[in-house]
């Protein structure tokens, strides 16, 4: 299976995103560890997050087992 395939695979078998959008950036890693905790192993940083990039790439460090991206909330 190709990653674009596993990629998708493991979007359906959630059945759920987790959408994380704040004012701060501070709290963003500790609320994707809450998400986690949830259950849910994806989860969308808005692009309208302050420091979106840099903040992704800490999650993802972070919580390795989780599979991180992108979007627009508006």
């Keep these: ?3 674009k395939a596993e990629n ?17 950036s501070e709290k963003l890693v500790k609320v994707a ?11 969308e940083v808005a692009m309208t997050e302050p420091n979106a ?3 992704t790439e800490a999650v993802t460090e972070e919580l390795e087992d989780v ?8």
């Design 8 to 24: 998708m695979k493991t979007l359906v078998d959630s059945g759920v995103i987790g959408v994380i959008r704040l004012e701060k």
């Design 53 to 55: 990039l840099s903040v």
């Design 33 to 43: 560890r809450a998400i986690k905790r949830g259950r849910v192993n994806c989860i």
């Design 67 to 74: 599979m991180v991206g992108h979007g627009n909330c508006t």
């Design 1 to 3: 299976m190709t990653d």
